[in-house]
Each structure stands twice: as structure tokens, then as C-alpha cells.
Nanobody
């Protein structure tokens, strides 16, 4: 069964940096888009950054120039490097992967369990 396991969340001061990792495992036939969404209290989940299997990237306007998404296809892992962090980046960050599970006819979206990031002094 496919699983996405995140690591790297926590508390950071404004202006600081954090790096998130998310490893996919379990019966993967093909891994397509991977990336990160976030959900702040009282708000809808929103796209932060996405990277395709061809390494094309998409970013939310609010994080452009500060966050960088990347992937290691050999490790089925996606990363999010977050710099110049702001209090408004505070949210639960969810890893996302569009994955074709072995023996499945089509790809489906999978989510990690979420990791809390808090930006404050």
C-alpha cells in the first residue's frame, strides 16, 4: 500500500529556514506529480509547490522566490526548502503525490499525514 511519510516540520523564527522531506513507498509503479499543500486554521488547503516527473515546477505566488521544491526520483522523495519564512507560512503542510500503484489501472492522489510548521518569535 502506498504511503507518503513527511519529516522536517517544527518551529522557526521569522526569516528562518526549514526543509521538508516526503518519501513515497509501497507498491509504486509510477510516480508523477509530487509536491506540497498547506492548510492554516480556518482556511482551505492550498497548493504551495508542485514538481512534475519532468521536474517542471509550479509555485503559489505567496512563496515564489522563497520556497524551492525538488525531487529525487531514485529515492521517490520530494523536498521543500523554505527560506525567508513569514508568520503567514504557519500551517499544516501536507505532502501530495500522484501515483500509479502497482496493478492499478490508473494513477491516484495520495496524501501524507501532515506536519505542523509554526513561524513565530
Amino acid at each position: 500500500q502506498v504511503q507518503l511519510v513527511e519529516s522536517g516540520g517544527g518551529l522557526v523564527q521569522p526569516g528562518g529556514s526549514l526543509r521538508l522531506s516526503c518519501a513515497a513507498s509501497g507498491g509504486i509503479f509510477a510516480l508523477y506529480d509530487m509536491g506540497w499543500y498547506r492548510q492554516a486554521p480556518g482556511k482551505q488547503r492550498e497548493l504551495v509547490a508542485l514538481v512534475t516527473s519532468g521536474r517542471e515546477t509550479t509555485y503559489a505566488d505567496s512563496v515564489k522566490g522563497r520556497f524551492t521544491v525538488s525531487r529525487d526520483n531514485a529515492k521517490d522523495t520530494v523536498y521543500l526548502q523554505m527560506n525567508s519564512m513569514k508568520p503567514e507560512d504557519t500551517a499544516v503542510y501536507y505532502c501530495y503525490g500522484r501515483i500509479n500503484e502497482r496493478y492499478s489501472p490508473a494513477a491516484s492522489g495520495y496524501w501524507g499525514q501532515g506536519t505542523q510548521i509554526t513561524v513565530r518569535t
